[in-house]
């Protein structure tokens, strides 16, 4: 008995011993920072860098991703002598490791987006849009493989495409581009991936869409997302994904952590840190961007306005007011997506205002629409863009259905007459609205000539103050 309890003791401290001497599975954790929808808001850069010069002094082998549309929203970056140099600049001196391409990386057409293909010293993905060769577009790839202490991590692009088959851009500046759903184009890309230890996507798609290509495509560690400014807060998986967002115009960044063990993913995690509550200044930064703001032109005072507006709509019915006067049209119709911000306190607007809340330069279109054509026109853009259509020279209630559709919609015109179906109006729009939005008419309209912002000038050149804090003309029954 006593030779069996000893053999056992043995036997015990040998397994004990062999276990000892295994090697420990190595752990390596993956640092990835993303941010989305930047709209160069080039102001917070300075804290920007700072919070990325302390999150390098921990972890200094992080990667930092852009999810798309660096570009249109601060007049100081779009209308630069060299339109966008200030944002690359600055995303260079960050240090952005890739970037992808939002849709509004075409508003420069395509010599804009050559220049700033050009001037990042980071790479562009997205595996579902191709050039001409003609275009001669540089640095820019389906995927980009890193590597980080034997890791080799993938990264897939992906951009949003509309119903008419392009990114939220006018048409005329894609031109010599060409897409494909990006579900179409993963399969591919994920096996020419499968010797990775992780595989992402970069996604300037819409948060929604993004939790939909997670169910599909498992196979991915995670999705850094763009385009719907989403404010994702905390971890969402999605079939196993992580799905990430970080609202926009560089008040947030995402930090996402990913462990693995013997290069196995176990773990995943994410913070959304604020980037206006970090405390410091990088002093280099912030030299850049006064230079780039010391330009008066763009303080110029062209109005002020009395009380402070809280709306899209709001600003909506200031930007059509001013295309419907201007033009002497009966009409006048903006579609939500192009009214760029949605509050204006009660203060002096200047220059940089106008050109921050309208900056695409879309050229005003002339028509001639029947009032049926004007609520063929209004349901095209519910669903194209999202939301009901803003409007001057009438007002209208509608109801939405059971599939997302507009309905009843009831007009009255200005005068307090309701829209004759039959009869003919003077309508005014931009050219994006004319050229995306899908809707039967007759008429194929005629330019101005002239584009909305100047128009919206011209306007606001014979009103010294503005009062839209209250105004709304679209109710929803």
Not at 76 to 85: G, L, M, S, T
Not at 228 to 250: D, F, I, P, S, Y
Not at 287 to 313: G, H, Q
Not at 459 to 474: A, E, F, N, Q
Request: aromatic share 10%; proline share 5%.
């Amino acid at each position: 008995m006593k030779t069996f309890a000893k053999l056992t003791l043995m036997a015990c401290a040998a397994i004990l011993l062999i276990t000892a001497c295994q090697p420990k599975p190595k752990e390596q954790k993956l640092y990835i920072v993303s941010t989305n929808d930047m709209h160069a808001n080039i102001d917070n850069f300075p804290q920007f860098a700072a919070l990325m010069d302390s999150l390098r002094s921990v972890h200094p082998d992080l990667l930092l991703f852009g999810a798309g549309d660096n570009r249109s929203g601060n007049p100081v970056n779009d209308r630069y002598a060299e339109p966008c140099k200030p944002m690359y600049d600055l995303m260079n001196k960050v240090g952005f490791d890739l970037s992808t391409f939002g849709n509004h990386e075409w508003d420069g057409g395509p010599d804009g987006l050559r220049k700033v293909l050009g001037w990042a010293n980071f790479p562009f993905v997205s595996a579902n849009v191709t050039f001409d060769d003609t275009l001669q577009m540089p640095n820019h790839h389906p995927y980009v493989i890193f590597e980080r202490d034997g890791l080799k991590l993938g990264v897939i692009g992906g951009i949003q495409l509309g119903p008419n088959g392009l990114p939220d851009s006018h048409p005329k500046n894609c031109v010599g581009s060409h897409f494909k759903p990006i579900t179409e184009v993963l399969p591919e890309y994920i096996n020419e991936l499968s010797d990775c230890n992780a595989i992402f996507l970069l996604s300037h798609c819409g948060y929604e869409d993004d939790r939909e290509t997670a169910e599909q495509f498992p196979q991915l560690a995670a999705i850094f997302g763009g385009h719907t400014h989403t404010r994702v807060a905390e971890k969402q998986l999605v079939n196993g994904v992580m799905v990430t967002q970080a609202e926009a115009k560089v008040k947030y960044v995402t930090l996402s952590t990913f462990t693995f063990l013997d290069g196995k993913l176990v773990d995943k995690d994410m913070q959304l840190l604020s980037i206006k509550e970090f405390p410091k200044r990088n002093a280099e930064v912030q030299a850049m961007v006064d230079e780039y703001n010391s330009n008066e032109y763009f303080r110029t005072v062209v109005t002020n306005n009395l009380t402070p507006i809280e709306s899209y709509e709001s600003l909506g019915c200031l930007m059509t007011d001013a295309i419907r006067k201007i033009s002497g049209a009966d009409i006048a119709f903006q579609n939500p997506g192009g009214v760029r911000f949605d509050t204006l306190s009660a203060r002096p607007v200047t220059l940089k205002d106008i050109f921050a809340l309208d900056p695409f330069d879309n050229e005003i279109i002339a028509f001639s629409l029947s009032g049926q054509e004007i609520l063929n026109l209004m349901k095209s853009c519910f669903v194209t863009d999202g939301g009901p259509i803003y409007c001057s020279g009438c007002t209208y209630t509608y109801k939405v259905d059971d599939n997302g559709e507009m309905t009843d919609i009831n007009v009255k015109l200005e005068n307090g007459k309701p829209l004759d179906l039959n009869a003919k109006y003077n309508v005014v729009m931009n050219s994006y609205m004319s050229t995306v939005f899908d809707y039967e008419h007759e008429d194929e309209g005629q330019s101005t000539f002239r584009s909305s912002n100047e128009m919206m000038l011209e306007y606001l050149s014979h009103c010294p103050t503005i009062d839209y804090g209250k105004t709304s003309r679209v109710t929803e029954k």
